[in-house]
């Protein structure tokens, strides 16, 4: 069954630094999101990827995080500059068309020391 | 904005008992979906159910079951026959039907099921 892969499974970082996160989505699928949840808590939505572009972005999404499909199938999210609060586990998910569901990568435990 | 209220944060049950998660939600919209995502102690965000806000009719997979109650902006869980295996988060989310647009998910907080042997 096609699943949605991130990688790595764990990131530690020292603050300051910058973090690239990796996704390869479902390849037929057209949208592609990343999701944070800080530990304990709800999920919450970071950004949205259609058309090689962000079709939407939450407030958490500022200057210091960005998104790329660089080659056709991986999706990353880049955080500059981390922060001990940007410690979370960070999900991508993608969907095939606007009306299916999201599935969702294992995520990825990222640290920041 | 959409907000998602889930106003159980846990419960626990027998094994083979039927449980409701409960999960209110706030919304303008007329179109839109909801789903239910179970999360396990792997912490992977797993589908259970899915509802289209249209369809009058209540969603099925199986042992889940929703009660969906539109004009209460209501969204419960039905678990029938509850399996060990169900122990998890529990998360009730909202998607907006922008006509094809990209949006994401609106999470409630969670409830953390147990399912006692």
């Known amino acids: 069954e096609p699943e949605v892969t991130q990688t790595p499974s764990h990131q530690v970082t020292q603050m300051g630094q910058e973090v690239i996160l990796r996704c390869v989505p479902i390849s037929n699928h057209l949208y592609f999101y990343w999701y944070r949840q800080i530990l304990g808590q709800k999920v919450e939505f970071l950004v949205s990827f259609y058309n090689n572009e962000i079709s939407e972005k939450s407030e958490i999404f500022d200057d210091q995080f960005s998104v790329e499909r660089p080659d056709g199938s991986n999706f990353t999210l880049k955080i500059r500059s981390t922060k001990l609060e940007d410690s979370a586990m960070y999900f991508c998910a993608s969907r095939e068309g606007s009306y299916t569901e999201a599935f969702f990568g294992q995520g990825t435990r990222l640290t920041v020391v | 904005a959409q907000t998602v209220t889930q106003s159980q944060p846990e419960m626990s049950v027998q094994e083979a008992e039927t449980v409701t998660l409960s999960c209110t939600y706030d919304?303008?919209?007329?179109?839109?979906?909801l789903f239910w995502y179970k999360q396990p102690p792997s912490r992977q965000m797993i589908l259970v159910i899915r509802?289209?806000?249209?369809?009058?009719q209540n969603a099925t997979e199986n042992r889940f079951s929703v009660n969906f109650q539109k004009a209460a902006k209501s969204f419960s869980l039905k678990i029938s026959d509850s399996q060990l295996g169900d122990t998890a988060m529990y998360f009730c989310?909202?998607?907006?039907?922008?006509?094809?647009?990209?949006?994401?998910?609106?999470f409630g907080k969670g409830t953390h099921l147990i399912i006692q042997p």
């Open positions: 509802q289209e806000a249209y369809k009058q």
């Open positions: 919304t303008s919209e007329n179109n839109y979906y």
């Open positions: 989310a909202f998607a907006k039907d922008s006509g094809g647009g990209a949006d994401g998910l609106t």
